[in-house]
């Protein structure tokens, strides 16, 4: 083992350092007149962005309101670039690569929602070069806004400040709204999902907060961790874009970052990541073909530090983004490409998938009694490194072929919201068609007994039958030749593992057969559709 002190000058920074502005004349977060006390009330970032539009927004800054929370605060995107986009569709960027951010997705996780109130002050003075001639930026500084006003000095008290609390995790629906992303319950989500079909953002940046293990890491990340993520995209993803951004904070600014994970077992010890499942939002994002990258600040730094490495990794992320602008968004549309050509399976039965040796940064922490509160955890200033398995992707032991489309001959109105929220291009049949389709009898029915975010978590085992049916006028029909395939595959098909069977929206078509005759799965599939079916011109492969 190799000893070090944990505090480290900073190099000289090729971005500007969070914690130099700001001047006298700009507008101030709450957090930096405070004294880093404090954090921003919803209010404080709203008036916050409306002081940088009136003072120097302009044509290269604009707030709008995309929706409402739960308790009926403003969401509020703020876009910038130069020429500023007239709005958040993806055709008023032009060729730029689209990059939407989110912050604040847990209220009491607040460095997100500080370090972009930053970089937006430093881009409309014009600091950073040309970074808004090449790429069009898309801020949700405060997505859990109800979360984010519930201000307590209990909440996360074991997170080194700030001292004046900070906010609760779940909205105001009592939803974590980083497990919504597939169910889509919280008009949060309905909001942010509405303004990705608009957009179409080529990256997808979510920041947060870690506590958890004591390792030595001043933020971690990770990539979509999906197994149905593109192949070549999450390649990109994991040997160029995200070393390529680590390089770059190390490099630049001294920070340790490092895939997310946490120090797992007692007699070999790893490092292993989280959750491979959509409903978180990084991994979502990647089954529409799309590059995401989840931040995670380590909570025990103190707020002021977890703010400027929050800072630091973003710009070093857009400046990757930047220089590399053409080859993301060229990935992108191939992904797309292999999509709408069939060249997408469905990967089930996951796990983690095997790690290798690395050494990994061990940290130290004491712990400070705050009276009445609890305990807060600090960091240290020694570590060690251990070489450990670092285990942060997984694999998927089967591939399920997918078919030409899948039909809903009964679909209910939560059902077609959920595939109209999530941006599938569906079809409704206006006459009756006889067809080849594939039913998926149910052996068995498994549901969680526990609530999990309201819900009894359910998953169906049964095989595949073939036969001749007639689909019904009104039957519903999603393609399988579209670019968000991978989305409908996951919400559709009966062995995913986190789609709309996962959350109880296909639980009225569940368990509805005559004693004694099969119950079949309420999601048909279409196997192959030949020129001479009626199918054919509706499910035409080219579809744009």
């Given at each position: 083992?190799?000893?070090?002190?944990?505090?480290?000058?900073?190099?000289?920074?090729?971005?500007?350092?969070?914690?130099?502005?700001?001047?006298?004349?700009?507008?101030?977060?709450?957090?930096?007149?405070?004294?880093?006390?404090?954090?921003?009330?919803?209010?404080?970032?709203?008036?916050?962005?409306?002081?940088?539009?009136?003072?120097?927004?302009?044509?290269?800054?604009?707030?709008?309101?995309?929706?409402?929370?739960?308790?009926?605060?403003?969401?509020?995107?703020?876009?910038?670039?130069?020429?500023?986009?007239?709005?958040?569709?993806?055709?008023?960027?032009?060729?730029?690569?689209?990059?939407?951010?989110?912050?604040?997705?847990?209220?009491?996780?607040?460095?997100?929602?500080?370090?972009?109130?930053?970089?937006?002050?430093?881009?409309?003075?014009?600091?950073?070069?040309?970074?808004?001639?090449?790429?069009?930026?898309?801020?949700?500084?405060?997505?859990?806004?109800?979360?984010?006003?519930?201000?307590?000095?209990?909440?996360?008290?074991?997170?080194?400040?700030?001292?004046?609390?900070?906010?609760?995790?779940?909205?105001?629906?009592?939803?974590?709204?980083?497990?919504?992303?597939?169910?889509?319950?919280?008009?949060?989500?309905?909001?942010?999902?509405?303004?990705?079909?608009?957009?179409?953002?080529?990256?997808?940046?979510?920041?947060?907060?870690?506590?958890?293990?004591?390792?030595?890491?001043?933020?971690?990340?990770?990539?979509?961790?999906?197994?149905?993520?593109?192949?070549?995209?999450?390649?990109?993803?994991?040997?160029?874009?995200?070393?390529?951004?680590?390089?770059?904070?190390?490099?630049?600014?001294?920070?340790?970052?490092?895939?997310?994970?946490?120090?797992?077992?007692?007699?070999?010890?790893?490092?292993?990541?989280?959750?491979?499942?959509?409903?978180?939002?990084?991994?979502?994002?990647?089954?529409?073909?799309?590059?995401?990258?989840?931040?995670?600040?380590?909570?025990?730094?103190?707020?002021?530090?977890?703010?400027?490495?929050?800072?630091?990794?973003?710009?070093?992320?857009?400046?990757?983004?930047?220089?590399?602008?053409?080859?993301?968004?060229?990935?992108?549309?191939?992904?797309?490409?292999?999509?709408?050509?069939?060249?997408?399976?469905?990967?089930?039965?996951?796990?983690?998938?095997?790690?290798?040796?690395?050494?990994?940064?061990?940290?130290?922490?004491?712990?400070?009694?705050?009276?009445?509160?609890?305990?807060?955890?600090?960091?240290?200033?020694?570590?060690?490194?251990?070489?450990?398995?670092?285990?942060?992707?997984?694999?998927?032991?089967?591939?399920?072929?997918?078919?030409?489309?899948?039909?809903?001959?009964?679909?209910?109105?939560?059902?077609?919201?959920?595939?109209?929220?999530?941006?599938?291009?569906?079809?409704?049949?206006?006459?009756?068609?006889t067809s080849t389709v594939e039913a998926f009898e149910i052996e068995e029915i498994r549901r969680a007994k526990r609530l999990f975010q309201g819900h009894h978590e359910t998953s169906v085992r049964g095989e595949?039958?073939?036969?001749?049916?007639?689909?019904?006028?009104?039957?519903?029909?999603?393609?399988?030749?579209?670019?968000?395939?991978?989305?409908?595959?996951?919400?559709?098909e009966p062995e995913s593992e986190d789609g709309l069977v996962t959350w109880n929206l296909l639980d009225d078509g569940l368990g509805e057969s005559a004693e004694g005759e099969p119950d079949f799965y309420p999601?048909?599939?279409?196997?192959?559709?030949?020129?001479?079916?009626?199918?054919?011109?509706?499910?035409?492969?080219?579809?744009?």
């Amino acid at each position: 083992m190799r000893t070090f002190p944990f505090w480290i000058p900073l190099v000289s920074m090729v971005v500007s350092s969070a914690h130099s502005l700001p001047q006298d004349t700009l507008p101030r977060t709450a957090a930096e007149t405070s004294e880093w006390a404090s954090t921003s009330t919803h209010s404080e970032v709203s008036s916050f962005i409306e002081q940088l539009v009136g003072l120097y927004g302009g044509a290269h800054m604009a707030v709008e309101r995309i929706g409402a929370s739960k308790e009926e605060r403003d969401l509020l995107l703020v876009r910038l670039g130069s020429p500023l986009p007239a709005s958040d569709d993806a055709k008023a960027c032009g060729d730029r690569l689209r990059v939407l951010i989110t912050g604040n997705i847990h209220g009491g996780e607040v460095e997100g929602k500080e370090a972009l109130q930053q970089i937006m002050r430093e881009l409309v003075t014009g600091q950073h070069g040309a970074l808004l001639d090449k790429v069009a930026l898309f801020f949700v500084p405060v997505y859990n806004a109800d979360g984010n006003d519930a201000i307590a000095r209990a909440n996360r008290v074991s997170q080194n400040g700030p001292d004046g609390g900070v906010g609760e995790r779940a909205n105001g629906q009592g939803l974590d709204l980083n497990r919504d992303f597939i169910k889509a319950e919280s008009p949060e989500c309905q909001a942010l999902l509405g303004l990705m079909n608009r957009l179409d953002p080529h990256l997808y940046v979510d920041l947060h907060t870690t506590n958890g293990s004591d390792h030595a890491y001043h933020l971690t990340y990770a990539p979509s961790l999906s197994t149905n993520v593109d192949p070549d995209l999450d390649r990109m993803a994991r040997e160029k874009f995200l070393p390529g951004v680590r390089a770059a904070m190390a490099r630049r600014a001294g920070w340790r970052i490092f895939d997310y994970g946490n120090f797992s077992g007692r007699e070999q010890v790893q490092w292993t990541t989280y959750d491979h499942r959509p409903r978180f939002g990084t991994n979502y994002v990647g089954l529409r073909n799309r590059f995401s990258i989840l931040s995670e600040a380590y909570s025990y730094l103190p707020f002021q530090e977890r703010v400027d490495v929050t800072h630091d990794f973003v710009l070093e992320i857009l400046t990757y983004a930047a220089e590399h602008a053409g080859e993301l968004r060229a990935a992108c549309d191939a992904a797309d490409e292999r999509a709408i050509n069939g060249e997408v399976t469905l990967g089930v039965d996951t796990g983690l998938a095997e790690g290798r040796p690395l050494e990994v940064m061990r940290g130290s922490l004491s712990s400070v009694e705050l009276p009445g509160l609890g305990t807060r955890r600090v960091v240290g200033d020694e570590w060690t490194t251990e070489t450990m398995q670092v285990r942060v992707s997984f694999e998927s032991k089967r591939q399920v072929p997918l078919p030409a489309a899948w039909a809903l001959p009964e679909p209910g109105p939560e059902v077609l919201k959920r595939l109209a929220w999530h941006g599938l291009q569906v079809i409704r049949l206006e006459e009756a068609v006889t067809s080849t389709v594939e039913a998926f009898e149910i052996e068995e029915i498994r549901r969680a007994k526990r609530l999990f975010q309201g819900h009894h978590e359910t998953s169906v085992r049964g095989e595949w039958r073939t036969q001749e049916g007639i689909l019904p006028v009104g039957t519903v029909l999603v393609s399988a030749r579209q670019s968000r395939v991978r989305v409908a595959a996951q919400l559709l098909e009966p062995e995913s593992e986190d789609g709309l069977v996962t959350w109880n929206l296909l639980d009225d078509g569940l368990g509805e057969s005559a004693e004694g005759e099969p119950d079949f799965y309420p999601v048909l599939r279409i196997p192959s559709v030949t020129e001479t079916s009626p199918l054919f011109a509706l499910l035409n492969p080219k579809q744009p």
